[in-house]
């Protein structure tokens, strides 16, 4: 069963999201702000991480910051999880180290489409060998 952490200031935000991923199957664990996220990160070691924007203590960025420079985290992938969409803020995000970007209020089939495509990152990638 593949983990994902869910990291949002707003309770009724982690609810949500955690209602729709553990109906797909999903392992899900919560954080309240931007260090318990990254204390989370290390004891679960989750396969996707989702990561609100704007949360106390330190926010989505600064969390993707951390991981980036970690190697033990350098390739999971991490979706962006915001209110701001504002023009230039998806490409901001992923310039910045996050794998996806979903938008808030919610829509259920864009969170299940972009965590199903991050998973599929987190697959080794089948390469068949011949040999001559």
């Known amino acids: 069963m593949k983990k994902i952490l869910v990291a949002d200031d707003r ?40 990561l609100d924007l704007q949360m106390p203590r330190l926010d989505g960025f600064g969390v993707v910051s951390e991981l980036r420079r970690d190697p033990a985290f350098e390739h999971v992938p991490v979706m962006a999880l915001t209110a701001s969409a504002m023009t230039g803020d998806r490409e901001r995000a992923l310039a910045s180290g996050f794998t996806g970007y979903v938008a808030k209020p919610i829509r259920v089939a864009a969170l299940r489409g972009e965590v199903e495509r991050m998973v599929e990152l987190t697959r080794p990638s089948r390469v068949s060998v011949t040999s001559s």
């Open 11 to 50: 309770a009724i935000s982690r609810e949500l999201v955690r209602s729709v991923l553990e109906s797909c199957g999903y392992e899900v664990y919560e954080a309240a702000d931007g260090l318990e996220a990254l204390e989370q990160a290390h004891q679960v070691h989750p396969d996707v991480i989702i």
